[in-house]
């Protein structure tokens, strides 16, 4: 008995030490676990009859996303959606990307970027909705550049800080071996930098995904959430939570395909921490 106890007991101290790594043989029952959980109390949760069409089961839903995909052209309002989310990143960081680097590199570029950049970040997305309106219209430009706007001038701010982690021992190494400034930004910050700003970019394209259902409300035809618009109409509400499971699944493969990018381009980062449990 003692000799169990000590094992549980060593066991619940390797489980709960301070920034371990988990193996996968212990993430995934985890994540199954929570899962289960979550779903087990959202499907047998009790409920009164009057709440059964606002709250519809998991297995309800389920149902109605197979019903969707087979017979009302979902896969087409998941491709605009997705559409949208791919080409509006796509020009977020397309401006934030060299403009970030820059201001991290060159304090002269931040002092006079940044006064501009921080204010609008606070400035809420939605807010552009009657400017937008008014000079794109209603079609799918509009609802690119709220996207756009949604992300852009976080993303600049947050690539601004990942250039600034690359060591200055590396710049100064790489100026005392004869570099020159645009080698240096190139080939030494660029190269160093490039991890933060694919974590960066993850964690972005997730706060792109949250911007969706904004853009797509207003004048849309197709995408998820003119669905979700259409189905509130009607008060189906197992619509609407398939199409926000939809957007939760669309966002965790994007995640998931980001982190496997990270893996491969970056093996030099798979260096375990102390206290691996594996």
Not at 10 to 26: D, I, K, S, T, V
Not at 241 to 251: D, E, F, M, P, Y
Not at 261 to 278: D, E, H, I, K, T
Request: aromatic share 8%.
């Amino acid at each position: 008995m003692k000799r169990g106890r000590g094992n549980v007991r060593r066991l619940g101290a390797r489980l709960f030490e301070f920034q371990a790594m988990l193996p996968l043989a212990a993430k995934a029952p985890l994540a199954i676990a929570a899962w289960s959980l979550c779903l087990g109390a959202w499907q047998f949760a009790p409920r009164p009859e009057s709440m059964e069409a606002l709250l519809p089961t998991p297995v309800n839903v389920a149902r109605t996303i197979a019903i969707l995909l087979a017979e009302k052209d979902f896969t087409s309002d998941v491709a605009a959606s997705l559409h949208r989310i791919l080409v509006s990143f796509g020009i977020a960081a397309a401006i934030a990307l060299p403009l970030g680097v820059l201001m991290g590199a060159f304090p002269v570029v931040e002092a006079f970027f940044n006064p501009l950049v921080s204010p609008l970040r606070y400035l809420p997305a939605p807010s552009f909705i009657p400017l937008l309106l008014a000079l794109l219209g209603t079609g799918n430009e509009q609802k690119i550049a709220l996207l756009v706007i949604g992300v852009v001038w976080f993303l600049i701010s947050l690539i601004t800080d990942d250039t600034k982690r690359v060591s200055r021992d590396l710049i100064e190494a790489s100026r005392t071996l004869g570099a020159r400034r645009p080698q240096v930004l190139l080939s030494v910050i660029l190269p160093a930098a490039l991890p933060y700003f694919l974590d960066t970019m993850r964690q972005m394209l997730a706060v792109s995904w949250t911007y969706l259902v904004i853009a797509e409300i207003v004048a849309a035809t197709d995408g998820i959430g003119a669905v979700m618009m259409r189905a509130r109409r009607l008060v189906r509400m197992d619509i609407i939570l398939a199409c926000i499971l939809t957007i939760g699944a669309l966002g965790l493969v994007s995640d998931a395909l980001l982190r496997s990018l990270r893996w491969v381009a970056f093996p030099y980062l798979r260096v375990a921490r102390p206290g691996n449990l594996s």
